[in-house]
């Protein structure tokens, strides 16, 4: 189980995510930064950025954290995700998701991610999901 | 507090996803239909439909299980989505969302939505959520 | 895979749970229905029956349900667990949890659970859980 | 909105739960830890310390780190909670559960909740929980 480089990643998500709205920021040791560039898109009516745009971004980020630990395995699909809305996101930042893996384990991986609005400390959202990983790999 | 129309939920609900992808199909006594156009922005490659396309039909079958008992007030918001995915949706079909309300509290409102590939007996995924809802309304 | 017979899995149970606060009350075709003893030692002050206590049962009553289609494998292990209180549950009242499992693959099972007070047409938690399954059985 | 004494917490506590097998060990700035007394009738055949036990302490953790915020408030109630199961604890260790707030709304308290066998670095289950705070307090 090799650490996969952040550029070879970088580049499987811009294939994987055509939309090319994510951006790896940082691979620190115990934590995977990715931003998702915010657009007009995403927003609702009054500004704020809607909900399924942070579950993307906490999906996305688990999955780069994953994918970090045992190489790009495309089939690697999230079973479940539970997230709690914290806050209103600031409407003209980008979304910064900092993922850190709590398990991973030979066929499911358990990660945290907390969403922060870019140059706000406290998190918009925070979420929990669960990743099973090929075992045939 | 009145049921609020269809027609108007459906006026609603376009303009709040200009995307235009969700459509009302039923209001039965106890749950809500909703449909989600798939289009191939939404795919994965490979052909999968992405996590978040769920996620975000489980959200607005919530949102609209939701104003349809409390009227429309667009300050309802979500606070917390648990989902579980359960099997491979089909590529080429729409995903329906059918959202049961739980509980519908003075300030918040908890719902389960089962997702279907359309004409597929078994859910792709189940999703709970909770909506705050403003008190002063 | 064979269904496992009723009184073979309340032994079961009885001998894993030793407080024998258990009952499987039905076997439908679709669902598992356990009740919960309730006794002094399950209320909290002022008489409501304590969180924990329905977790407890949402987590029994998913076990009895796996264990009813893969036999009785007591390697099987709850992975998560998610719950909403919905409503004050009754004090002198048992609570009947009734289980329909959701997905059945050959590593990992969920389900969900209702939980009555009993008497009561209206649930007073929903909860959803997730069991793996030991592969090597 | 006063921070309460950790004595008077504890006291508290011993009332409320008069199994009396919890016990807050530290407040610091950001994060409350409880610890859960584990004993014999804590554990399932095969010496594994119960789900149940784990989802218990996760439920007065976040009890206390929210009581600690808005001072004593018999009617904060549980409105959510979600656990994933991560390691097998340690069977002869007590458990303790770091609570740390997300979130401390008007009327909604979020917080997670890390457990770990006492002396392991490693958690064994990861929770995030949601309060209700009655509004009229």
Redesign the interface.
Known sequence: MSKTEKTELQAFLS??FP?KNFLIESFEKNTVTVRRIVSS?DL???GTIS??TM??LA?CALYVAVLREIGIV?LA???????????KPVAGKDLLGVCKI??LGR??A?G?VSIYSEGDDE?VA?S?G?Y?IP?DK
Chains 1, 2, 3, 4 share one sequence.
Do not use: C, W, Y
């Open positions: 294939k994987e939309q898109a609702r009516p009054g909900g399924p579950m993307d999906d495309a699909v999230t079973t479940s995700l539970n997230i709690n809305f914290l806050r709590l398990k066929s499911l358990v945290e998190p925070h929990v669960t099973a075992t």
